[in-house]
């Protein structure tokens, strides 16, 4: 079946630490998404990307980074710079071929400061 | 910039309840507007889309939204509540083009009791 793989389900971060959440699809989307959700803030978007090589930064997208390689992977890097990482992480696709499409998400990756 | 708001943060609804959550969005251009529910350990699912033609639109597990362009709302509702139906609810909204990004609402925790 098709859909969004993220992982790991669960991520530690020492102080200091930089650490990187994959996300991978087999949707055949071009478009990708990175939010983060809190509790009471709904979710907010930290970075996307609309086609292979190119990124765009979203709302909160200080102390964070990303790639876009391949089609396929969007992994996002919560540097030591992000001095409040503790969150609830949840990567979507779209497909941009054609309009009127929803953003399909994963499972999420919480990310907990040790 | 555009924002959607949740006016209801918790809700308590017992079994056969009729369900109505609110969203109201701040942007005066065409948008394309959904309801997402996340169930208890679950990855956010799509439950309805509006895009155009008929205001009121139905989803997935008896539920509808209508939108009022007049009020700049798209509440959602269902007619008898189930247990099964505990979750958060996001209302979302997305100016076409743009990246297609999402921006939520902060959510709505529904709980139904037996």
């Known amino acids: 079946d098709g859909g969004i793989t993220q992982s790991p389900k669960y991520l530690f971060r020492k102080e200091g630490q930089n650490v990187t959440l994959s996300c991978e699809q087999n949707?055949?989307?071009?478009?990708m998404y990175w939010y983060r959700q809190d509790p009471g803030q709904g979710l907010r978007l930290i970075y996307y990307?609309?086609?292979?090589?190119?990124?765009q930064k979203g709302d909160i997208a200080e102390g964070y980074s990303v790639s876009r390689e391949k089609k396929e992977s969007f992994p996002l890097t919560v540097t030591s710079a992000q001095k409040n990482p503790t969150a609830f992480y949840l990567c979507?696709?779209?497909?941009?071929?054609?309009?009127?499409?929803?953003?399909?998400f994963g499972d999420g990756t919480r990310l907990s400061i040790l | 910039a555009q924002s959607v708001s949740q006016h209801n943060h918790h809700v308590i609804l017992s079994e056969a309840a009729s369900l109505e959550l609110g969203c109201n969005y701040s942007?005066?251009?065409?948008?394309?507007l959904f309801w997402y529910v996340q169930y208890p350990g679950q990855h956010l699912q799509l439950l309805l889309k509006?895009?155009?033609?008929?205001?009121l639109v139905k989803g997935i597990k008896g539920f509808e939204a209508e939108f009022i362009k007049s009020k700049f709302s798209f509440n959602l509702r269902k007619p008898s509540v189930q247990w099964s139906d505990t979750a958060e609810y996001f209302c979302?909204?997305?100016?076409?083009?743009?990246?297609?990004?999402?921006?939520f609402g902060t959510g709505t925790q529904l709980k139904v009791e037996l």
């Open positions: 979507a696709s779209m497909g941009t071929g054609y309009s009127n499409q929803p953003q399909h």
């Open positions: 949707l055949n989307h071009d478009a």
């Open positions: 990307s609309q086609i292979v090589n190119d990124f």
């Open positions: 942007y005066g251009g065409t948008v394309n």
């Open positions: 509006y895009f155009s033609g008929d205001p």
């Open positions: 979302a909204v997305n100016a076409p083009g743009g990246g297609n990004k999402l921006t």
